[in-house]
């Protein structure tokens, strides 16, 4: 059935069962908003351990990690492990939101800033910031799905077959010097890509499948809230990890061990940083990621769940560093499997988005064991484990900070009744983006960006008394423009902007002389097929590839460069006009900056991108600052409030936390001897043992994790 045995199916329906069962048990707990937001702030470490890895791991990661490494070598871990740096701020950062004592992120403007309307608008972007989460993984997961359910090639019907053959045409078209097509191949170009072709069939509809698993989604999370979402991590955290290594030890027995991947793959897919040509994670674009996603993280509106529902800040420091430690040892784990597959599925995988769903099927698929039902469940659980804490998260600040105000003084049911109704409509939305959109990393990029509209305002917010609600409106209203509003509505407004402005980057080549390996030939043979596929039919492109064999020597010719200035998806030939023409958003920062001078043609497509994250940093902490400056700060009564709450731990009994709070409030002295630099503006609180050995096993969990991928790609070699 759909592909797959009764075993497979057993397990799924076994792992669904489970994840029902959680939230009708959960649902008889939930009583006010805080018992269906935060849980009624009752999780210990163990709990908290779970919910943090589970909710920052989604379909995505392991789908699109191996995804990166079977395209570009090791250095695709990035694509995840670029959080690694990030990781012991979270001993630091954790406590904040448990200190703050609210709902949800968005109260943190209100009552910092004093404005319902800063806490609206960061609820809708909280809202979006959700959405595109939620589709990631929805999109990755979709994909996993069609190469695990196939439809045998003696199973296709004409249409498919002839579909199978417009995508390896419209693949060689796309590859072809354009100006070498003639007319006819142009056009037949331009239809290709209209239809979209697939080179895969599944006995799943796509769109059903999503749908469904969201429809899962919806009813467990609506239940049960937070209590089932974190009960559930518990199980769906065990069920990840096991998926994280399940298919290695087959994969490298197949290969016979690591020293046959390293007999049949070359040794550049082993490079941890990759080429400036090879690889889209060279180190300076790797810090430009950290730093960015350091920067924004604050920001991220599941933080007030994930740590505002533990019992105490040990709990929350705790569950924010080894939660997101597991995650950055399963990324090694996803990465080497990338390789393991590269090395054994080169010839048959055209499609790197379906490189896990196809090696399950090939790995595990034949071993009768009802593995592949628990991959599926897996992956399952790794997107519920996410979409639920996001969808909850979601809900609170929809009602919290937008409903409730509008419709006050009801009872608490009525209110979790409403939040339920809007994290439903959250996750639909999120299912929706994911049936119409289909790239998985660009997703995956877009959800790093969007927190900066807000994070200059949090830090400074934290950490500067003068900042103020006048600088604060103004950053995040340029910031919403500059990096938003007008890069999409800019080529709306100027059409001839897509052909004014298609500047680029130079572009460079290095040719690599280098002897075949089985992965090579592979590849190689992947490309005569496919060739010879489309000659039959009279449609080959070019040449037929020559075919190779082990130990011949090879040119690999990498291209760099030639990458649009100002568009997100670079430049393309216009069908009709046949003119360059950019595509996507457009970077009226980086025009600006061009205009002013800067040679940025002269950087590689890495610097370039590095540049660019660096100016959406750096500018709305510019603008906010000497914003400040020149108005005036809160009332310090209300910051005074605020910094005593960040200033006083958190105690279990609820009127003596309250008394506490109350007390630091109302005695300055108390709040100026709690400070790093008393006296002064600056609201750095003392730091003492707990954080700096937190933070210390921290930097050593980095070290350890670094240390384990450089010996995991030197094993064998």
Not at 118 to 130: E, Q, V
Not at 261 to 290: C, M, Q, R
Not at 308 to 319: D, V, Y
């Amino acid at each position: 059935m759909f592909g797959l045995s009764i075993l497979d199916i057993i397990v799924i329906l076994g792992y669904f069962a489970l994840i029902f069962y959680i939230g009708y048990w959960s649902m008889k707990r939930v009583k006010t908003q805080v018992d269906y937001y935060l849980g009624s702030r009752r999780f210990g470490s163990f709990v908290q351990i779970f919910a943090v890895f589970g909710t920052g791991t989604s379909a995505d990661s392991p789908i699109g990690t191996a995804r990166n490494t079977f395209r570009d070598g090791i250095s695709g871990i990035w694509t995840v492990l670029n959080w690694l740096f990030t990781t012991p701020f979270n001993w630091i950062i954790y406590p904040w939101y448990r200190r703050m004592r609210m709902l949800t992120l968005a109260d943190f403007w209100e009552e910092r800033f004093q404005s319902k309307s800063l806490a609206g608008f960061y609820a809708i972007f909280g809202i979006i910031f959700f959405m595109a989460y939620i589709s990631i993984g929805f999109t990755a997961l979709n994909k996993t799905l069609i190469a695990l359910t196939p439809i045998d090639k003696s199973d296709m019907t004409p249409a498919m077959v002839a579909e199978q053959g417009m995508f390896y045409e419209l693949k060689a078209l796309q590859a072809a010097d354009y100006q070498s097509l003639n007319s006819g191949q142009k056009e037949r170009l331009k239809e290709l890509e209209a239809l979209k072709p697939n080179a895969n069939f599944s006995h799943l509809n796509p769109k059903i499948t999503i749908i469904t698993v969201a429809v899962v989604i919806i009813a467990c999370a609506v239940a049960g809230g937070l209590v089932a979402s974190f009960y559930a991590d518990v199980v769906q955290g065990i069920f990840i990890i096991l998926l994280s290594v399940i298919m290695l030890p087959f994969g490298l027995y197949r290969l016979g061990g690591f020293e046959g991947l390293h007999a049949k793959v070359n040794d550049f897919y082993f490079s941890l940083l990759g080429s400036p040509l090879a690889s889209e994670f060279t180190w300076y674009y790797v810090v430009a990621i950290s730093l960015l996603n350091l920067y924004g993280i604050v920001v991220q509106p599941q933080r007030m769940t994930m740590s505002g529902s533990a019992k105490n800040e040990l709990s929350a420091r705790i569950g924010g560093l080894a939660g997101n430690f597991i995650k950055r040892v399963v990324t090694l784990f996803w990465g080497m499997t990338g390789l393991v597959i590269l090395a054994l599925f080169a010839r048959e995988i055209s499609d790197p988005d379906l490189v896990w769903g196809y090696a399950t099927h090939e790995l595990l698929g034949g071993l009768g064991l009802g593995l592949v039902g628990f991959m599926i469940a897996s992956l399952l659980a790794a997107l519920m484990s996410s979409a639920q804490a996001y969808m909850i998260s979601a809900s609170a600040l929809f009602v919290n900070n937008m409903y409730r105000p509008l419709v006050p003084d009801r009872h608490d049911g009525h209110y979790v009744t409403a939040g339920r109704i809007v994290g439903g409509l959250v996750v639909a939305g999120g299912t929706l983006i994911a049936v119409a959109y289909n790239d998985v990393f660009d997703q995956l990029k877009l959800s790093w960006e969007l927190p900066i509209v807000f994070a200059a305002p949090f830090w400074l917010g934290m950490f500067w008394r003068k900042a103020n609600r006048i600088g604060t409106m103004a950053t995040v209203l340029v910031a919403t423009i500059l990096f938003f509003v007008l890069p999409l509505c800019i080529p709306v407004i100027v059409p001839g902007v897509r052909i004014a402005c298609t500047q680029a980057t130079r572009e460079k080549v290095e040719v690599v002389a280098m002897a075949a390996k089985e992965a090579d030939v592979n590849i190689r043979a992947r490309q005569i097929s496919e060739w010879d596929f489309l000659n039959t039919e009279g449609r080959a492109v070019g040449e037929r590839p020559a075919a190779i064999s082990v130990g011949n020597t090879i040119e690999k010719t990498f291209k760099s460069g030639g990458t649009a200035l100002f568009f997100s998806q670079g430049l393309k030939k216009d069908r009709e006009t046949e003119k360059l023409t950019g595509k996507g958003l457009f970077y009226f920062d980086l025009f600006l900056l061009y205009k002013a001078g800067v040679r940025l043609d002269a950087l590689r497509p890495q610097e370039l991108e590095s540049v660019r994250l660096f100016i959406r940093m750096v500018l709305p902490l510019l603008l906010l600052f000497v914003m400040c400056l020149v108005t005036q700060k809160q009332d310090n009564r209300v910051l005074n409030q605020f910094y005593a709450k960040l200033r006083t731990p958190v105690s279990p009994d609820k009127e003596e936390d309250t008394r506490n709070v109350a007390l630091a409030a109302e005695s300055p002295e108390i709040l100026e001897k709690a400070k790093m630099f008393p006296g002064t503006n600056l609201e750095f609180g003392r730091i003492d043992k707990v954080d700096v050995w937190g933070f210390l096993a921290g930097v050593a969990g980095v070290i350890i994790i670094i240390f384990l991928a450089f010996a995991m790609v030197r094993i064998g070699a």
